[in-house]
């Protein structure tokens, strides 16, 4: 959970203008704190065709402090780390049908459809698979049905979710985009946003320079593997791997992306994929479903959704990329 | 081994009359050391160009002669802020430096510092 003092700590990295030498390089205005697991930054940009004033920019900064705090209480919402958060409650229910609120109605909708566009890849129902691959609890032979296994229903009073006991939902793998996508909106009256989701990022941007996007190597470095260059324009660009989350349990390579063919992990030969799209939601599934198929079937399923571009790091370290990637690129 | 038989008019000139091959020698040492001096004054004065941050890509000397002044020619200079070119000279602008990025922010997997 963030705390005030988190949020007070407005920070402006080294890497972005600040305004007064500001040529719509970057944004006005960053907002930065600990969230989701890693660090969620609002970057906000003012009109590009006036030189920013002092109280445009501390509203700017107010702004920014409010989504936040939104983004902080969907993430208590749907954190499955979280005892009180409406997902653990639902993974919690012995019943059949339990009713759940808005924030989770929406993403378990966006799930669903994320399942039929990565061809079952993106699956929200492998949390018992996922607590296996991580050595908590045993292995289990049963195969994942998908979203087939469980329902949502609509009524007067709410919404609700029936599936058959034992099955507990994981987020894990939609949530960050979606909430970027969804904090993203929150930000309809600047010309400019960026929400960063821990690396996941929901784009924003408004007519002038071009904005530039690294995108860091599997080992992290310092040297990214490329960078885009995104005129003005609507993105989502997203990045899953599995070099940084990557443990061992009983002398095996594990890591958190699990494939439902085979309820372990996935272990074909793309070890990161990064996906630009017209959403972060949508930048988010394709990534990991691209690292999850191997990367002869990511490049026909980005090319079918056509994605903006694409950049898949095997494990052998070739650099892949769909076709209309170059045009992108820095 | 064959043996060459002078000319008769010349038979009757004696040995002191030939000339004495000492002026010759230091006339030609001379005419060397100034050859020399000319090639070396060019040397030098190529060098001087360049250390004057001329950074000339050519610079051509003519071939210099005893008696005639050593000329320099500048075709190509890249001239830095304040420096002006020498007459005759073209002047080539240096490559232009890659445009200035300024990354936004950075696409990683999750979880790294």
Same mark, same amino acid.
């Given at each position: 959970?963030?705390?005030?003092?988190?949020?007070?700590?407005?920070?402006v990295p080294s890497l972005t203008v600040p305004p007064a030498t500001n040529g719509r390089d970057g944004p006005d205005v960053t907002v930065e704190a600990q969230?989701?697991?890693?660090?969620?930054?609002?970057?906000?940009?003012?009109?590009?065709?006036?030189?920013?004033?002092?109280?445009?920019?501390?509203?700017?900064?107010?702004?920014?402090?409010?989504?936040?705090?939104?983004?902080?209480?969907?993430?208590?919402?749907?954190?499955?780390?979280?005892?009180?958060?409406?997902?653990?409650?639902?993974?919690?229910?012995?019943?059949? /049908?339990?009713?759940?609120?808005?924030?989770?109605?929406?993403?378990?909708?966006?799930?669903?459809?994320?399942?039929?566009?990565?061809?079952?890849?993106?699956?929200?129902?492998?949390? %018992?698979?996922?607590?296996?691959? %991580?050595?908590?609890?045993?292995?289990?032979?049963?195969?994942?049905?998908?979203?087939?296994?469980?329902?949502?229903?609509?009524?007067?009073?709410?919404?609700?979710?029936?599936?058959?006991?034992?099955?507990?939902?994981?987020?894990?793998?939609?949530?960050?985009?979606?909430?970027?996508?969804?904090?993203?909106?929150?930000?309809?009256?600047?010309?400019?946003?960026?929400?960063?989701?821990?690396?996941?990022?929901?784009?924003?941007?408004?007519?002038?320079?071009?904005?530039?996007?690294?995108?860091?190597?599997?080992?992290?470095?310092?040297?990214?593997?490329?960078?885009?260059?995104?005129?003005?324009?609507?993105?989502?660009?997203?990045?899953?791997?599995?070099?940084?989350?990557?443990?061992?349990?009983?002398?095996?390579?594990?890591?958190?992306?699990?494939?439902?063919?085979?309820?372990?992990?996935?272990?074909?030969?793309?070890?990161?994929?990064?996906?630009?799209?017209?959403?972060?939601?949508?930048?988010?599934?394709?990534?990991?479903?691209?690292?999850?198929?191997?990367?002869?079937?990511?490049?026909?399923?980005? /090319?079918?959704?056509?994605?903006?571009?694409?950049?898949?790091?095997?494990?052998?370290?070739?650099?892949?990329?769909?076709?209309?990637?170059?045009?992108?690129?820095? | 081994?064959?043996? =060459?038989?002078?000319?008769?008019? =010349?038979?009757?000139?004696?040995?002191?009359?030939?000339?004495?091959?000492?002026?010759?020698? !230091?006339?030609?040492?001379?005419?060397?050391?100034?050859? !020399?001096?000319?090639?070396?004054?060019?040397?030098?004065?190529?060098?001087?160009?360049?250390?004057?941050?001329?950074?000339?890509?050519?610079?051509?000397?003519?071939?210099p002669g005893p008696s005639t002044p050593v000329q320099h020619v500048t075709r190509y200079v890249q001239l830095k802020p304040g420096q002006t070119a020498p007459?005759?000279?073209?002047?080539?602008?240096?490559?232009?430096?890659?445009?200035?990025?300024?990354?936004?922010?950075?696409?990683?997997?999750?979880?790294?510092?």
């Open positions: 959970m963030i705390s005030a003092a988190d949020v007070a700590q407005d920070h969230l989701m697991g890693g660090r969620v930054a609002i970057h906000l940009g003012l009109d590009p065709a006036a030189a920013p004033r002092s109280g445009d920019v501390v509203r700017a900064r107010a702004d920014a402090r409010a989504i936040l705090h939104r983004l902080e209480a969907w993430t208590r919402r749907l954190s499955r780390h979280r005892t009180e958060s409406d997902l653990s409650r639902l993974n919690a229910d012995p019943n059949a /049908e339990v009713a759940i609120g808005p924030t989770l109605t929406a993403i378990l909708d966006w799930s669903r459809a994320a399942e039929t566009r990565t061809d079952g890849l993106a699956d929200v129902t492998l949390l %018992e698979a996922r607590l296996a691959a %991580e050595g908590l609890v045993e292995a289990s032979s049963r195969r994942s049905s998908g979203s087939r296994a469980w329902s949502l229903r609509r009524g007067p009073r709410g919404a609700s979710v029936q599936r058959p006991a034992g099955l507990r939902f994981d987020l894990d793998g939609v949530a960050k985009g979606w909430l970027a996508d969804r904090a993203l909106a929150l930000a309809e009256g600047y010309p400019s946003a960026i929400i960063d989701a821990d690396g996941d990022l929901a784009i924003r941007h408004a007519s002038g320079r071009p904005w530039h996007f690294a995108v860091d190597g599997p080992d992290g470095g310092s040297t990214p593997l490329a960078v885009l260059r995104l005129p003005a324009g609507r993105y989502g660009l997203a990045t899953s791997g599995t070099s940084v989350h990557r443990w061992q349990v009983a002398g095996q390579a594990r890591h958190h992306l699990i494939d439902p063919r085979t309820g372990r992990s996935a272990d074909r030969d793309v070890m990161q994929a990064t996906v630009l799209a017209v959403s972060a939601r949508q930048a988010e599934v394709l990534a990991k479903a691209a690292l999850i198929a191997g990367s002869a079937a990511a490049l026909r399923l980005l /090319e079918r959704h056509d994605v903006y571009g694409a950049l898949l790091v095997t494990i052998d370290g070739a650099l892949l990329a769909t076709p209309g990637t170059l045009s992108w690129l820095a | 081994m064959t043996e =060459r038989t002078r000319p008769a008019a =010349r038979a009757t000139v004696t040995p002191k009359s030939r000339p004495d091959p000492g002026p010759l020698r !230091l006339v030609a040492g001379v005419t060397g050391l100034a050859a !020399l001096s000319a090639i070396a004054t060019a040397v030098i004065g190529g060098g001087s160009a360049a250390a004057n941050g001329v950074g000339g890509q050519a610079v051509a000397a003519e071939a007459p005759q000279a073209t002047v080539t602008q240096q490559p232009a430096p890659p445009p200035r990025v300024v990354v936004v922010t950075t696409t990683h997997q999750s979880g790294l510092p």
